[in-house]
């Protein structure tokens, strides 16, 4: 597609429920990152995709979070027994690989309540 | 741990005002960048500075990125109410990696 779109962009949930975020990258873009942004403030690195293949998740903040991306394309983002804590805007980027310095495309995130 | 503190946090001013905000870290970075950010929006990038000392301008907004590469600057002259929303500075950290820093969210006011 022409941007990244990402869906829901909003999503209430109880605590306890497991939830899944979905990002679309842009078409041709191998490269997909996912990043939460807490309150308005920075954005903080959970997992980089390079095709289907996840060669960094050290910023998954416990193993309640996973993710995978399928055909290269489309990924989801699953929070499973969500907490409170884990309240935030999801936010997915995409890039041609080797393009980092040409910056991301960002969705417009999701924002997470947990109540 | 890589960080990038960003001052001030928040900036409040009126309409034709001058601004800077900046945009420290301990690291050096191969290259750093510029995004904004308004609300319900993912960030937008504004520039990408790669040399040391490299000064850039986006019309009333001026870049640039310290000589060791290592913090970098945003002024923007005469600052209008569309200029409001979060700046965020990112370094580039590795080969794919950004590394955002703290934010600094600026309101225009007419």
């Known amino acids: 597609g022409a941007g990244v779109s990402q869906s829901p962009s909003n999503k209430v949930t109880e605590k306890g429920k497991d939830v899944e975020l979905r990002c679309d990258p842009i078409?041709?873009?191998?490269?997909l990152y996912w990043y939460r942004q807490s309150l308005g403030q920075g954005l903080e690195f959970l997992i980089y995709?390079?095709?289907?293949?996840?060669?960094?998740k050290s910023g998954l903040p416990s193993d309640r979070f996973s993710a995978e991306r399928t055909g290269g394309s489309v990924s989801t983002l699953t929070i499973q027994r969500t907490q409170q804590e884990d309240s935030a805007v999801y936010l997915c980027?995409?890039?041609?690989?080797?393009?980092?310095?040409?910056?991301?495309?960002f969705g417009s995130g999701t924002r997470l309540t947990v109540v | 741990t890589q960080l990038l503190e960003q001052s001030p946090q928040f900036l409040s001013i009126q309409e034709g005002e001058n601004l800077t905000v900046y945009c420290n870290s301990s690291s050096v970075f191969s290259s750093l960048q510029w995004y904004r950010q308004e609300p319900g929006e993912g960030p937008v990038l504004l520039v990408t500075?790669?040399?040391?000392?490299e000064v850039k301008k986006l019309k009333r907004l001026t870049f640039q990125f310290g000589d060791a590469r290592k913090d970098s600057s945003l002024h923007i002259t005469a600052a209008q109410p569309g200029d409001t929303g979060l700046y965020l500075c990112a370094g580039v950290s590795g080969t794919y990696k950004y590394i955002f820093g703290t934010g600094t969210r600026l309101k225009v006011l007419a």
């Open positions: 980027a995409s890039s041609l690989p080797g393009r980092v310095q040409y910056g991301y495309t």
């Open positions: 500075v790669v040399t040391g000392g």
């Open positions: 078409s041709g873009h191998t490269a």
């Open positions: 995709f390079q095709g289907n293949s996840a060669p960094d």
